[in-house]
Each structure stands twice: as C-alpha cells, then as structure tokens.
C-alpha cells in the first residue's frame, strides 16, 4: 500500500467528522428537530399565563365588587346609626329627658313657680293688712284725740248728776262707737294703781291704806289693744302718814 493510500484510508486531521463533533448542518438539523418541541412548551406557557391574566381579570372585578358591596354595607350601618343617634335625640330633650321626663320637669318648675308666687302674694295680702290696720289705728287716734275735751266735759257732767234722760243716751252711742273701733276707757276708782296706765296728780296720804289706789279720776285713760292712747289722770292714796 502506498503513502497515498493510507492517508485517505485515515483520518484526516483537523476534520470535525473525524473528532466527533457535528458540523453545521447537522447543528441546524439538531435545532430544527428541537424547534417544534420548544414552540409547544412555549404555547402551554403562553395559555397558562393568558389563562392566569383572564382568572385574575375575573377575579379583580369580583374583589372591586365585593369591597364596593362591604363600603355600601358599612355606609348603611353609619346610616342607621346616625338615624338612630337622631331619632334618640329626638326622642330625648336638649337636657337628655324624654318627653315624659320634659313635661314632669315642666309640670313641677310651674307647680314651684305657683308656690313662691302664691308664697309672696300671702306675704303681700299680710303686710297689706298689717299697714292697713296701723292707718286705721292712726285714724282713730287722730279722732279720739281730738274729742278727748268734750269726752271729758261728758264725764264730769256724769259723775255731778248733771245729765238727762236723752244727754246720757248720746254719751252710751259715742262710747259704744268707740268699743265698736277698739278703744277702750279705762280708770275707776278704788282700783290699784298702775304706773302704767295711771298718771298720778296728786298723792294723797292714808295711814290705813296699805297699798297705793285710785282715789279720785280725774280724767278717764284710753287705749287701743295695748297701745295706751291717754293715761288716766288720777288722785292716789298712799300708805304713810
């Protein structure tokens, strides 16, 4: 054999065949074999993402839904409170009562307002009356005081035996008129002497008298309840020598 043929029998160096490794075509034909595979990983890829977009699509409307439908509920139940908040309001005062509490409150500010005024009337009717019975009084003193000289003639005309049938009958109507307003005529004789209502003019000394007395009136005293118009003026005995 000659050198010619054992070097195309052999392999020749550097060719790819001979080392083992494909060449270009056969890496073209290994990447077209390989290519349909690969696609259809990629299209169930494709559809389960396209699959997952559309169930999340769906699914975010239903989410938006049911917070819009929990917003709506919880606006409602604001609603209500608030509208039961106000219907309480309504139904209590300003003050926190209820009607029925209102109207008893009402009820007993008047029933308290009747009692101080009715409290202040009878205070007013009292002291109305009390003024009214001290100008009555200051009227009839001013007229008793005034007729004092001619009660006093009357008196003295009495005690002399001086007096008619028809003189006395008019003394007995003035008298009775002045009990009639509450003046009183006081002083007799023989009655114990009171410095009080007695103004003694003269003393007159008894050995047996033991104790001070009216003896004579002079002038007779007057006196409205127990207010002393006029003391009696009077003559004394008293005890000594």
Do not use: C, W
């Amino acid at each position: 054999m000659s050198a010619f043929d054992k070097d195309d029998t052999g392999p020749l160096k550097g060719d790819p065949a001979a080392a083992g490794e494909p060449d270009g075509n056969e890496a073209k034909a290994s990447d077209a074999a390989s290519t349909p595979d690969q696609e259809a990983a990629r299209g169930r890829h494709a559809g389960k993402s396209a699959a997952d977009e559309s169930q999340a699509a769906d699914q975010a409307p239903s989410d938006s839904s049911a917070k819009e439908a929990s917003s709506a509920d919880a606006q409602a139940d604001d609603k209500t409170d608030a509208d039961s908040a106000k219907e309480d309001g309504a139904d209590k005062g300003s003050d926190g009562l209820t009607p029925l509490g209102q109207a008893k409150k009402e009820a007993a500010d008047y029933l308290e307002a009747l009692q101080r005024e009715r409290a202040e009337f009878v205070n007013f009717r009292n002291r109305a009356k009390k003024e009214q019975d001290i100008f009555r009084q200051h009227g009839i003193v001013d007229v008793l005081t005034s007729l004092l000289p001619a009660l006093d003639d009357i008196d003295r005309i009495k005690e002399h035996g001086q007096m008619d049938d028809s003189f006395q009958a008019v003394a007995k109507k003035i008298d009775k008129t002045f009990e009639k307003f509450g003046v009183e005529k006081f002083g007799e004789k023989g009655e114990d002497f009171d410095p009080t209502k007695h103004e003694a003019i003269l003393h007159k000394p008894d050995p047996e008298a033991k104790k001070e007395t009216v003896d004579t009136v002079v002038e007779a005293g007057y006196r409205i309840g127990d207010r002393v118009i006029r003391a009696a003026r009077v003559v004394v005995t008293s005890p000594g020598q």
